[in-house]
């Protein structure tokens, strides 16, 4: 009955909030404290009880009265971090506080007028070690009280972390320095003095102690991380710019060096989520028993570091004084959780990473004889985003990454979500995050190297059976996409056969049925309707012929499957090499087309019986929530050249030195969707939604001279097909195989294989083309496209409670499957 009452009361005082047409006075303790006095009330129940179209309306109607409430709000916070909620009672005051502005700030951030406010300064609120008579320049704006305050209370002894009264922990040595005063008393817990370097919430990087389990300290960090991340949300409400140096204010501060809690805070959340292990002692169901309070928090943490690792500096968008902005450099403060991240050295702790999230993408393949018995996460789309920045920001942990087999505890879990997401639209967004990944790992020869290393967990996917490495499985999986996926995914297909091009100098040998697949997209993609459909699409057949020049040339010996498979499939070389290019074969083919509108053929493909305990991937149910994305740019521009030289060393090539670079005609380009490249955009870098694409898209394709293509084109790009090492490689072995064939009356393949296995082409060959290999490198486009992706991650995430749900978010549209 009590909690009945005190809603009843929290319902009340936010309807006279929105029926006070006169202000009310940020002195009257009695009516500003009916918001964060209840003991009972959950976050459910504020946003229940707060409903958008009331805050709206208190905006437009009462804005003196939001802002004191926020400003109360944010006060009461400020009070608890500097007293460190002795009791309980504050505490509760404290988590009503972080729900409250939970609920506000999104609808303060939509509002353009609005979005300034909490960066206006608040009489009487001095920065530390100003003069408190100049009251006007020592002001701290609200958000930076707001800030410093959730930092505090992230360390705040007895409510999110355990108390040390008697004396500190012992700790390693945090991996970077950072100058934190040290308490004045071991025996007194000030706020103000103390070494929260020693509060770390988890052992991991840079700490050594692992404190006892708290659910209660787990359930208050996660309410002031969800602050915290709707504190840093203002990035949804602005829409898409090519502009990388405009940064987010709330993540620019909090990230810099007025937050004393930088580093243990980065280290915490760091710790958190690599060390957590959703499947504990293995006990059948025990997620069904018992709550995970750990598992909230995590979330949260890997959701905190993935938007705080943003960005590493610029010039933040907030409203402030021109003398303010004069002052800040041009680059902007140090974001510090990226320096942090880039200066992790230790090889334990790349270790403890690694295995860390290796641990938790791997979670949601876990097969068990009982059904459902272990608990599987969520979160995987935010663990590959943080594994990417990771890579990204610190190479050494790339490298090392890539030292052992280790790299294919990641590979294995992205390919199945690869897989996995194929034919479901709402997913388009995972599966450009994990062929970015592997288009960066690919950029490296171990991972080429690494690849060859047998494939024996046999993760259940529906994918052929095979017996073979890696390698194949990751061939095995791409033709899956190509062959079986959705139509948006077309534009990724060039990001697909780069990877296989990157990888294939190193493939010692590939099993049949991942030879067969590679010989039937070749098939595919050098049909002359699709060839002339499109300005790009020879491109696809470019990168095919590279990959195999590649293994020819360099792993002849082992690869007798390929060889075998060209060898069966030697009318598609001939026919590419033959291929009609006058006008009447054009017009011809293109007719073709419109019978058959199908991307590529898909029922020459040898398809076997699937991996037992898999399940065929399926479209989005209806009314599933998904966000658009704006455009990837074209593989041109999210690579660049690299050659291999004699020593192993790569060399990077410009554009102009690349007689072999494959250049995208630009006016070829299509207007594309949200998966689609974007090598078409405009000067200024406008960036489109997938919606925008389309419109684009369809109203120049209505008409017929969208896309011409003429006999000087295809003649362009087919007198550079290379195809001299393949027709070589059939010249000398076809007769051969056709010889032992008649005498000896084989028609085993495997007598042929074994043949194929001791034969030789030293000599016979051309000379060994040099290794091209190309390298993902950032831009405009791909950062535009990460922060879009991002934030719709973690605005699909968050809906208990639901955050940003029906606001006006500006950075992505919401569409409903």
């Known amino acids: ?75 009461r916070l400020v009070q608890g971090a500097e007293s460190g909620c002795p009791t309980e009672r504050e505490k509760q005051v404290i988590l009503n506080c972080c729900r409250i502005l939970s609920r506000i700030l999104p609808y303060i951030f939509e509002d353009q007028d609005w979005r300034g406010f909490f960066w206006s300064t608040v009489p009487g609120a001095g920065r530390a070690g100003t003069d408190e008579m100049d009251e006007d320049d020592g002001a701290r704006p609200l958000a930076e009280s707001l800030l410093l305050a959730i930092a505090d209370l992230l360390f705040c002894p007895d409510f999110t972390v355990h108390s040390h009264r008697r004396g500190p922990v012992s700790a390693r040595t945090p991996p970077v320095t950072l100058h934190v005063s040290s308490p004045t008393s071991d025996s007194v817990e000030s706020m103000q003095s103390l070494d929260s370097c020693e509060y770390i919430w988890e052992a991991g990087v840079g700490f050594a102690q692992s404190p006892p389990l708290n659910y209660i300290h787990d359930l208050n960090r996660t309410e002031l991380l969800r602050l915290l991340l709707t504190c840093f949300s203002e990035a949804m409400y602005l829409p898409p710019s090519s502009d990388t140096n405009v940064l987010n204010p709330w993540v620019t501060f909090f990230c810099s060096t007025e937050n004393r809690h930088a580093l243990p805070l980065f280290t915490s959340l760091l710790n958190v989520v690599c060390a957590y292990d959703p499947v504990g002692y293995g006990i059948p169901y025990n997620h069904l028993l018992f709550s995970d309070y750990r598992e909230q928090l995590v979330e949260q943490a890997v959701q905190i570091l993935i938007v705080t690792l943003e960005h590493d500096g610029g010039v933040p968008h907030r409203p402030a004084s021109r003398s303010s902005m004069e002052e800040q450099e041009a680059t902007g403060p140090e974001n510090l959780f990226v320096n942090y991240l880039s200066r992790i050295h230790r090889e334990e702790d790349y270790d403890f990473v690694l295995k860390g999230l290796a641990r938790l993408l791997t979670n949601p393949l876990t097969q068990t004889y009982l059904p459902n018995s272990t608990k599987k996460i969520q979160f995987h789309q935010e663990l590959l985003v943080l594994f990417w920045k990771l890579c990204d920001f610190n190479k050494k942990f790339l490298f090392f990454v890539l030292k052992s087999s280790d790299v294919l505890d990641i590979l294995v879990p992205i390919l199945f979500y690869l897989n996995d997401a194929r034919a479901d639209q709402s997913r388009v967004g995972l599966m450009h995050i994990g062929v970015f990944i592997l288009l960066l790992l690919s950029g490296e020869r171990n991972f080429g190297v690494r690849l060859n290393k047998p494939y024996s967990v046999h993760v259940p996917m529906d994918i052929p059976v095979f017996t073979g490495t890696h390698a194949d499985l990751l061939i095995v999986v791409f033709h899956k996409i190509i062959t079986t996926g959705h139509q948006r995914l077309q534009p990724l ?40 459909s499109a300005g790009q699409n020879h491109h696809l057949v470019f990168f095919l012929l590279e990959a195999f020049n590649n293994i020819i040339q360099y792993q002849f010996d082992g690869n007798c499957n390929l060889v075998y498979a060209i060898i069966r499939k030697r009318n598609v070389f001939h026919q590419l090499a033959n291929l009609p290019s006058d006008p009447a074969s054009i017009q011809k083919a293109l007719q073709r087309k419109r019978k058959t509108p199908d991307v590529i053929s898909r029922t020459s493909s040898q398809e076997t019986v699937s991996m037992e305990g898999s399940h065929p991937a399926v479209p989005a149910e209806p009314g599933t929530l998904k966000t658009s994305l704006v455009a990837i740019p074209a593989i041109d521009k999210l690579t660049e050249k690299s050659q291999v030289s004699e020593d192993g060393t790569m060399v990077s090539l410009s554009k102009t030195h690349c007689p072999q670079t494959i250049n995208v005609d630009q006016s070829a380009v299509a207007g594309t969707s949200d998966t689609e490249s974007n090598s078409g955009r405009d000067s200024e870098d406008v960036f489109y939604t997938e919606d925008e694409m389309e419109r684009r898209h369809s109203s120049s394709a209505s008409s017929a001279s969208f896309w011409v293509p003429t006999p000087e084109w295809a003649h362009s790009w087919k007198c550079k097909l290379p195809l001299q090492t393949i027709m070589r490689l059939l010249q000398v072995l076809v007769p051969q195989v ?80």
């Open 738 to 817: 056709e010889k032992i064939c008649i005498d000896k009356g084989l028609t085993d393949e495997s007598e042929i294989l074994k043949f194929l296995q001791h034969g030789t082409l030293v000599g016979l060959l051309p000379v060994p083309h040099p290794i091209l290999i190309r390298k993902y490198q950032a831009n405009a486009g791909t950062a535009m496209w990460f922060r879009t992706y991002m934030w719709g991650v973690v605005y699909l995430r968050n809906v208990d409670p639901p955050i940003w749900y029906d606001t006006d978010v500006r950075l992505f549209e919401i569409q409903r499957m």
């Open 1 to 75: 009955m009590g909690s009945t009452d005190s809603k009843l009361n929290f319902r009340k005082a936010v309807i006279q909030l929105t029926t006070k047409t006169q202000p009310v006075e940020a002195t009257d303790d009695a009516f500003w404290d009916q918001f964060w006095a209840d003991t009972t009330t959950t976050v459910q129940d504020v946003f229940a009880l707060v409903p958008a179209a009331e805050i709206r309306a208190v905006r437009e109607e009462s804005p003196s009265n939001l802002a004191t409430l926020c400003y109360k709000a944010v006060e």
């Open 493 to 532: 297909f060039d990001c697909l056969l780069t990877i296989v091009v990157n990888v294939s100098p190193y493939l010692k040998s590939l099993s049949m049925v991942a030879a067969n697949k590679l010989l039937h997209l070749l098939e595919a993609f050098s049909t002359s309707w699709f060839l002339f």
